[in-house]
């Protein structure tokens, strides 16, 4: 895949990355098989909402690698560098944040509305959240309440070696896919299926997974549109990676890996339904084409 060659944004992103040293007694987190976008907000309504997390602390610290400090700004001018945004994962992730975003914007846009974007936020370890404090194990997150993705660059790694997922195309549907979760807030829908889960709590997986293979449909969709749109060239071997990855972060290839497969528990969905979804957003290229949630 290529991207355009605007150059890179920083202006949403938050480096903490080894700022933080939070270290140990993790709040929140479920372990490996919460990988790609844990549902945090799940656990937020099961530990009695977000709110009282978000006031009873500060949970991002500004001046530490908030948009116009040193550390964002340095991000900024080492990867708008000839060769940075292939060399460096952390200004390719940037660069498909903005590139997301942007397609996002004018998608917004073209039927009368705002588009919000998130905050990127790069951690190692461990981060305070306004969904809690949250480990590197559980993948990268969207958070409702605060409107940030939480990516430890480390994860691309082990996307790599422990799920086989290769290329950089496989590295942009993740980013797509948290976005995926933040349309999902701007939409409403997060906060209905958040109502459905509190009105039945044993419709909590099922719908949790209807969440998540819409979020992937909505990465589909942006991939057929920034195509379109020029923001970035993805050629046919990049759409084999992205498939791969969604299946490599199937609740059922994890499980394996695990020892144990139990549909019963899945937050995310198969592997076969996480490739389906992106397809059917890749092909439909509409957000209407991955259908509402919450469904029957
Ligand atoms: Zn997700």
């Not at 799940?42 to 991002?60: E, H, R, T, Y």
């Not at 906060?191 to 719908?207: F, G, I, M, T, Y």
């Amino acid at each position: 895949m290529q991207f355009d060659d605007e150059s890179v944004d920083a202006s949403e992103l938050e480096d903490q990355r080894g700022g933080g040293g939070l270290g140990r007694g993790l709040a929140v987190g479920g372990g490996g098989a919460g990988i790609l976008g844990v549902v945090i907000y799940l656990l937020v309504a099961v530990l009695g909402g977000g709110g009282s997390d978000s006031a009873g602390s500060p949970l991002s610290q500004p001046g530490s690698g908030t948009s116009g400090s040193g550390t964002s700004s340095d991000v900024a001018r080492r990867c708008n560098t000839a060769g940075a945004i292939d060399q460096y994962d952390d200004c390719f992730v940037l660069k498909a944040f903005n590139e997301i975003n942007e397609v996002w914007g004018a998608q917004f846009a073209r039927s009368g509305q705002t588009y919000t974007k998130p905050r990127l936020v790069y951690f190692s370890q461990a981060v305070r959240t306004g969904c809690g404090t949250a480990s590197s194990q559980v993948g990268p997150f969207y958070c409702p309440p605060d409107r940030k993705v939480y990516i430890d660059l480390g994860f691309l790694d082990q996307l790599q070696r422990n799920y086989g997922a290769q290329g950089r195309y496989a590295q942009a549907y993740i980013v797509a896919h948290e976005v995926g979760h933040h349309l999902q807030t701007l939409t409403g829908t997060e906060a209905r299926v958040r109502q459905a889960q509190q009105a039945d709590p044993s419709r909590e997986n099922p719908l949790s997974v209807q969440l998540e293979l819409q979020a992937d449909c909505y990465a589909g969709v942006w991939s057929t549109l920034a195509n379109n749109a020029g923001n970035v060239t993805i050629g046919e071997a990049d759409l084999d990676e992205a498939l791969g990855a969604a299946q490599a972060v199937g609740d059922d290839r994890i499980q394996a890996q695990a020892g144990q497969v139990n549909p019963e528990t899945w937050t995310h969905g198969s592997a076969q339904q996480r490739k389906d979804s992106f397809l059917t957003g890749y092909r439909g290229a509409t957000l209407a084409s991955c259908g509402t949630v919450p469904h029957a």
